[in-house]
C-alpha cells in the first residue's frame, strides 16, 4: 500500500522558517518524480515545487521560488521541503504527492497518482 | 489569462446525473485530470487522462475532454459523492495548474 506521511509542520512567524518531510512507503519511490502541493484555509490547490527522478530536474512555482527548496533523499525514501522567509499567504496545508504519467512525459502530462494526508503550516505574527 | 475554469458548485439530487465542467484555453489539446476531495481529507485522483480511472474508482465516475472543455460525469448520485472536484492540466510555463474546484451538493 503506498503511503506519504508529511511532517515538520507548525506555527511560524512571518520571515521564519520551516522544513517540512515526506516519508514514502509502499512503491518504488526512486522511479517516481514527487511534488509538493498546498491548499490555503477554504482555497483551492497550488502546486508549488516538485523533484524528479535522480534529482534531475527541479521546478519550483514563481511564488514560491527563491525562498522554497525541494530535495530528495532516496536512500531515505524521503522528499523535504525548506521554506524560508514565510509570509502569511504562504498559511496551508502541505501535501506530498507521487507523479506519475502514461509514456514517460511526466513533466507535461503527468498527474498526482497519491497524496498524503498533509501537514499545516501556519504563519503569523 | 492562461486560468483553467470550473463552476463553484453543483448540485443535483440522489441517483441524478452531475457534470462538473473544466475550461480554458489550457484545457484545449491537454490531458486533463480529476480529484474529488472530501471535507477534511486529502484529495484523491478520480480520473487521468481526460478519462481513464484508476483502480478502484467506480465506473459511474467518468470523463471526457473535447475542445477547450473537459467534463467529469458523476452518474447515480450517492451521498457519499459530495466533495469538492478539481480539474488539473499543465501549462508550459507554469508547471501543474489546478482549476479552482466545484463543490458537489447533493440535494
Known amino acids: 500500500e503506498v503511503q506519504l506521511v508529511e511532517s515538520g509542520g507548525g506555527l511560524v512567524k512571518p520571515g521564519g522558517s520551516l522544513r517540512l518531510s515526506c516519508a514514502a512507503s509502499?512503491?518504488?519511490?526512486?522511479?517516481?518524480?514527487m511534488n509538493w502541493v498546498r491548499q490555503a484555509p477554504g482555497k483551492g490547490l497550488e502546486w508549488i515545487s516538485s523533484?524528479?527522478?535522480?534529482?534531475?530536474?527541479?521546478y519550483y512555482a514563481d511564488s514560491v521560488k527563491g525562498r522554497f527548496t525541494i530535495s530528495r533523499d532516496d536512500a531515505k525514501k524521503s522528499v523535504d521541503l525548506h521554506m524560508s522567509s514565510l509570509r502569511v499567504e504562504d498559511t496551508a496545508t502541505y501535501y506530498c504527492?507521487?507523479?506519475?504519467?502514461?509514456?514517460?512525459?511526466?513533466?507535461?502530462?503527468?498527474?498526482?497518482?497519491?497524496w498524503g494526508q498533509g501537514t499545516l503550516v501556519t504563519v503569523s505574527s | 489569462s492562461n486560468v483553467v475554469t470550473q463552476p463553484p458548485s453543483v448540485s443535483v439530487a440522489p441517483g441524478q446525473t452531475a457534470r462538473i465542467t473544466c475550461g480554458g484555453n489550457m484545457v484545449a489539446g491537454s490531458r486533463v485530470h480529476w480529484y474529488r476531495q472530501k471535507s477534511g481529507q486529502a484529495p484523491v485522483l478520480v480520473v487521468h487522462d481526460d478519462s481513464d480511472r484508476p483502480s478502484g474508482i467506480p465506473e459511474r465516475i467518468s470523463g471526457s475532454n473535447s475542445g477547450n472543455t473537459a467534463t467529469l460525469t458523476v452518474s447515480g448520485v450517492e451521498t457519499g459523492d459530495e466533495a469538492d472536484y478539481f480539474c488539473?492540466?499543465?501549462?508550459?510555463?507554469?508547471?501543474?495548474?489546478f482549476g479552482g474546484g466545484t463543490k458537489l451538493t447533493v440535494l
Open positions: 523533484v524528479t527522478t535522480r534529482s534531475n530536474y527541479i
Open positions: 504527492s507521487i507523479l506519475n504519467c502514461t509514456g514517460g512525459d511526466c513533466d507535461s502530462f503527468g498527474w498526482f497518482a497519491s
Open positions: 488539473q492540466v499543465w501549462d508550459s510555463s507554469r508547471g501543474p495548474v
Open positions: 509502499g512503491f518504488a519511490f526512486n522511479y517516481f518524480g
